[in-house]
């Protein structure tokens, strides 16, 4: 069972790391918010399917209701949103760099909002080296081929966002006694009925005229990036505890780097790799501080 836990530990990485890719192929169709419903929309039903087969749902959750509508806003689609606008500014690669800093930006609103988080050398350093890479990614001295600082904020402004969502959860429905499955459930349930109501659907049609696009924002993205993703989640913290599953994180942006790279011929210079080690170095510090 423990070889299962690592295979799908490896599994859940390189398939959010292909997230970015997929992200944008279908940029160049739709609009972020058009790219979220869709990737909400066939994420959704496994998650359901998987929640309604092992009966975590209740109707005495309802009572929750307004945090799980938070947590859909933070969790979900603010969080999405932001990573598909970075993303259509970026190139892939790059994003899904800055998506490794997303640990970074939990531990600073976690200390921030609920002064719960150890400062020490490790934490300060892991912090300090973290968000050195990224201002290697951003490099705002350049002048010339700058990376685009507006994508570079909104990949910040989803990792808050995320990062937040960890801390209101932790405040206001750690205590519940409700699955994390059940949790994800109505967080994604609610993140896609407010899509619906808020989503301009004009252009929406034409992510039908790429077959590949469309794969990827169907299977990579819905059913693969969100559904499965959740259940190898779940899977994995079952197998290997939470600690372990929280080092899943450290997979994406390399993967996302390489196939970046490797598949669409994205430039990956040596302040790159500095980016990227800083960041996972920054992380590992980090979560080596608070234990």
Known sequence: MTQLGHIAFLLLGLVWGTNFLFMKWAAALLTPSQIVLLRVL????PILLL???????????????????????????????????????????????LSGAIPL???????????????????????VIGFAG???????????????????LYMIA????????????RRHLSSKGHSA?????????????????????????AIYHDPRALAGLVLGLGLL???????????????????RAAGVSYIPPVVALVVGHVL???????????????ILGGVYLLQTGKR
């Not at 066939?42 to 039903?45: I, L, R, S, T, V």
């Not at 990224?134 to 570079?152: F, N």
């Not at 669409?264 to 800083?278: G, M």
Request: hydrophobic content about 55%; aromatic content about 14%.
């Open 225 to 243: 990036g969100t559904g499965l993703a959740y259940v190898l989640y779940y899977f994995i913290i079952q197998r290997l505890g939470a600690l």
């Open 134 to 152: 990224i201002l290697c990614i951003a490099q705002p001295w350049r002048v010339e081929d700058a990376i685009d600082p507006h994508g570079v």
């Open 51 to 97: 929640a309604m087969s092992r009966g975590v749902l209740r109707w005495s959750q309802l009572k929750d209701l307004p945090h799980f509508m938070v947590m859909a806003l933070l969790a979900t689609v603010f969080y999405y949103y932001a990573f598909a606008a970075g993303t259509a500014r970026l190139p892939s690669g790059i994003a899904g760099m």
């Open 181 to 205: 499955l059940a949790l994800s459930t109505w967080q994604i349930g609610l993140a896609l009925l407010l899509l619906l109501a808020v989503t301009d659907f004009h252009g929406i049609t």
């Open 158 to 169: 989803g990792s808050i966002s995320v990062g937040s969502s960890f801390i209101y959860a």
């Open 264 to 278: 669409v011929n994205e430039p990956l210079q040596a302040i790159h790799l500095v980016a990227i080690a800083l």
């Open 42 to 45: 066939f994420g959704f039903a």
């Open 105 to 127: 930006f939990s531990f600073v609103t976690a200390w921030v909002f609920m002064r719960e988080e150890p400062l020490n050398r490790l934490t300060i350093g892991g912090l």
